[in-house]
């Protein structure tokens, strides 16, 4: 099992859906939680970035994470054909600075007109 | 609008040969990293630096990857000799905190 769970998609949803992108972990350690999105062909980018439990908005992108269930979210309000795009979650524990970014593997979305 | 480049941005060579990728990070930014894309395994981290020195090159196979950084403006990706595995995108990305990165374009790699 991997410590990182995320489905790979592909979701498809119209225009103006809400989008709830999901992953799940193993290590209860992890503090860390990332948000990345990668357009095809180019490189991730990092959308979102939360410290520990809790919700994080910024515009129209909504991260949660709940400790307890080892589980984050990223959801998408008023979904937009710009936001086609592969979502990677990303984390980390607080283990000095050795700790290295632990990734799903993404979940693919298209937003359609 | 700083960026991290990556050079070459394409690359198809024949199995056996050396191939070089080179990465120039964002100025300032004091970590670099390195990773393989595929559709199977996703981002795998190779290696990265801090200040130049080798933190973790655990994720490569040291018989035939190398990573260097030669000065703060350049980091190298080197494979000898290449396989046929080998083929998949190759990102360098750079930052001051293992959370926040900054990726490259990538170089896509295809070993025949």
């Known amino acids: 099992q991997k410590e990182v769970e995320q489905d790979p998609g592909p979701l498809s949803v119209p225009e103006g859906a809400i989008v709830s992108l999901n992953c799940t972990y193993s290590?209860?350690?992890?503090?860390?939680f990332m948000w990345y999105r990668q357009y095809s062909r180019k490189g991730p980018e990092l959308l979102m970035y939360t410290y520990s439990s809790g919700n994080k908005e910024d515009g129209r992108f909504t991260a949660q994470v709940d400790k307890s269930s080892k589980y984050i979210s990223l959801f998408i309000r008023d979904s937009q054909p710009s936001d086609s795009a592969t979502y990677l979650c990303a984390m980390s524990s607080n283990a000095g600075n050795n700790r290295k970014l632990i990734w799903g593997l993404g979940t693919s979305l298209a937003v359609n007109p | 609008d700083a960026r991290v480049t990556q050079t070459p941005r394409h690359k198809v060579t024949e199995m056996g040969q050396e191939v070089t990728m080179r990465c120039q990070p964002i100025?300032?930014?004091?970590?670099v990293f390195w990773y393989r894309q595929t559709m199977m395994q996703g981002l795998e981290l190779l290696a990265y630096f801090r200040n130049r020195a080798p933190l973790d090159d655990s994720g490569m196979p040291k018989d035939r990857f190398s990573a260097e950084m030669p000065d703060a403006t350049l980091a190298t990706l080197k494979i000898q000799p290449s396989e046929p595995r080998d083929s998949a995108v190759y990102f360098c990305?750079?930052?001051?905190?293992?959370?926040?990165?900054?990726f490259g374009p990538g170089t896509r790699l295809l070993v025949l």
């Open positions: 290590n209860s350690a992890f503090q860390y």
């Open positions: 990305a750079s930052g001051l905190a293992q959370e926040t990165q900054y």
């Open positions: 100025l300032g930014h004091n970590t």
